[in-house]
């Protein structure tokens, strides 16, 4: 079975703070996705990378960077977090060519 | 610019009747569309999918259909248990893009005793 493992599931910071968010995936995935999920709104691309070092903006970068090091691990950065990013985030991850993603637990974060 | 869209926030059905989830989408690039299911505080997890190709595409209780000239697609699941309560979000991508998902704003689905 597919596994994306998210560092995380609760996560409590204040504003201002950087966050890092970590996704591991043992299936050796090239694909690797960033999204929030809120209420009423679905799920929202952040980035994505289809490679190691790569990285591709998705519908909602502000505020957030990416660090791809390693291809079984996609990192996402808050440089100053706000209280708009309370959220939950979801890290999931694809085989190149094929269109399933597999998701991991999920992250919740509170931005106090 | 919502492209894929899922008009009804929630819905609720008793148990051993049929659930049916709609979808619609904008974009007539689409060529394949799928559906997950998603528990509170769990990732979601994908259900079943289908190509542009097709018309319907089954998997046990559950069944997607595609209607492309009204760019719809709806989940029939048959029959509902109690376990099906969940929020289901449909996805669509173009194959040979960017496979990026673009998902709709989920529907609730609770199913009564």
């Known amino acids: 079975d597919v596994k994306v493992t998210q560092s995380s599931r609760y996560l409590v910071k204040r504003t201002g703070e950087k966050v890092f968010l970590e996704c591991v995936q043992d299936?050796?995935?090239?694909?690797m996705f960033w999204y929030r999920q809120d209420p009423g709104l679905g799920l929202r691309l952040i980035y994505f990378s289809y490679d190691v070092k790569m990285k591709e903006k998705g519908d909602i970068p502000e505020g957030y960077s990416v660090s791809r090091e390693k291809k079984e691990r996609f990192s996402l950065i808050l440089e100053s977090a706000s209280t708009n990013q309370t959220s939950m985030y979801l890290c999931?991850?694809?085989?190149?060519?094929?269109?399933?993603?597999?998701f991991g637990a999920g992250t919740r974060l509170s931005v106090l | 610019d919502q492209q894929v869209k899922q008009n009804s926030p929630s819905l609720s059905v008793q148990e051993g009747r049929i659930s049916i989830l709609n979808c619609d989408y904008t974009n007539s690039m689409f060529d394949y569309f799928l559906w997950y299911k998603k528990y509170p505080a769990e990732g979601p997890t994908f259900l079943i999918s289908?190509?542009?190709?097709?018309d319907k595409n089954e998997d046990g209780r559950f069944t997607v259909f595609l209607n492309k000239s009204a760019k719809h697609l709806s989940l029939h699941i048959v029959p509902s248990q109690p376990g099906d309560s969940a929020v289901y979000f449909c996805?669509?991508?173009?194959?040979?893009?960017?496979?990026?998902?673009?998902f709709g704003q989920g529907t609730r689905l609770t199913i009564n005793p």
């Open positions: 999931a991850s694809s085989s190149r060519g094929r269109p399933v993603q597999y």
């Open positions: 289908i190509s542009s190709i097709k």
């Open positions: 299936m050796d995935h090239e694909n």
């Open positions: 996805a669509a991508v173009i194959i040979q893009g960017a496979q990026k998902l673009v």
